[in-house]
């Protein structure tokens, strides 16, 4: 059976980043939002959104260049260059942006983002660009945590065992010479996949990774074999994604559409039944114990040791208000014995005590 970790729930607590001397909030800002993701943000709201969640204690924020190609970046800079307490930001590598013909309003999932087109490159020169071009962006002279976005084959397909020896033999290379060279201060991926985590952990020397919906409510594969091998490696996992593409933020009680008319979301696709059915079943123990679904969603994966941070994408101030709102909220150690009980957690996952 899993454990139970006690720990505190506050949304500014901080944890550590592998050994790499750098503390995480427990609730970390995903900056994709502020980037245009699926709809426009105007510059006064994003940098409202920045500003509320350093107000609320959170010191962690987490970017790419693939974000609005630059845009969110860019903002993230423009606001936290006027902060006289430093912040912990992580960005990425293994793309790089390159001007486009193209005059599509929504690209990529980003809405009027600049008119410039992200092209996968893992080689050393690639990462060194990209680095360089964040620098800028972001106004900064130093990046934190640098990661390798996006390797594996859910994003590569057939092409995924070429990229990764080009990462191994090039990328991965760089982001050490920029760790030697005291430009980072830590190195890791940034994937939706555990696997390729896996495999570049038995491959090379990583502080840790960013990994997107794969330990949450719904799923929890990773605390088989993973997680306890980032245990053994003294490198820590962020959480990205911990609502799964929205399903575990709105609920499926209202059943897809809703009273918004739009579809249930699990891993950026429409939910299956299965989903959907897992979902409800979650939904009903919530309802029992009269707790958001929402608030479960995110302080579950925190509580497994190998977690220090749990990254929620956020776009304005109230988005940033109900966040912290979730991450602080008292839930009972019943709920999760109850979620145990109906098999709704994997037997290994560690629960909040």
């Known amino acids: 059976m899993g454990e139970s970790t006690p720990i505190s729930m506050r949304s500014s607590s901080l944890r550590a980043f592998g050994t790499s001397g750098i503390n995480l909030s427990l609730l970390g800002f995903g900056a994709a939002p502020i980037g245009n993701l699926y709809q426009p943000v105007s510059d006064d709201q994003a940098q409202t959104a920045v500003l509320s969640a350093v107000r609320a204690g959170i010191r962690y924020f987490d970017t790419a260049p693939h974000y609005g190609f630059g845009l969110s970046e860019a903002r993230l800079g423009n606001t936290l260059r006027e902060l006289e307490e430093p912040a912990v930001i992580s960005s990425k590598v293994g793309r790089i942006l390159v001007p486009t013909g193209s005059n599509a309003r929504v690209r990529h999932g980003f809405a009027d983002a600049p008119p410039l087109e992200p092209v996968f490159d893992y080689t050393y020169d690639g990462v060194m660009r990209s680095f360089e071009a964040s620098l800028k962006r972001l106004q900064v002279a130093h990046i934190d945590i640098l990661l390798a976005h996006d390797l594996g084959p859910l994003t590569h397909g057939h092409d995924h065992p070429e990229r990764f020896r080009e990462f191994m033999d090039g990328g ?3 982001m050490n010479k920029l760790k030697a060279d005291g430009l980072v201060s830590a190195i890791g991926l940034g994937a939706n996949e555990w696997q390729i985590c896996d495999a570049a952990l038995r491959h090379g020397d990583f502080d840790g990774f960013l990994l997107a919906g794969r330990y949450t409510l719904l799923e929890q594969a990773p605390c088989e074999h993973f997680l306890p091998l980032c245990a053994r490696r003294n490198a820590s996992v962020i959480l990205g994604g911990p609502f799964n593409s929205g399903i575990l933020a709105t609920g499926v009680k209202a059943g897809p559409g809703g009273a918004s008319k739009q579809p249930l979301y699990y891993n950026y696709e ?24 929402a608030a479960a969603a995110l302080q579950f994966p925190a509580a497994h040791p190998q977690i220090c941070s749990v990254l929620a994408g956020l776009a304005n101030h109230e988005q940033v208000e109900r966040a912290v709102k979730l991450m602080n909220s008292e839930i009972p150690a019943a709920f999760w014995d109850e979620l145990r009980a109906r098999h709704l957690l994997h037997p290994a996952a560690i629960v909040p005590a």
């Open 172 to 174: 991965y290379l760089a």
């Open 270 to 293: 429409p939910a299956s039944q299965a989903i959907v059915d897992r979902v409800a079943a979650l939904e009903s123990v919530c309802d029992e114990f009269s707790l958001p679904l």
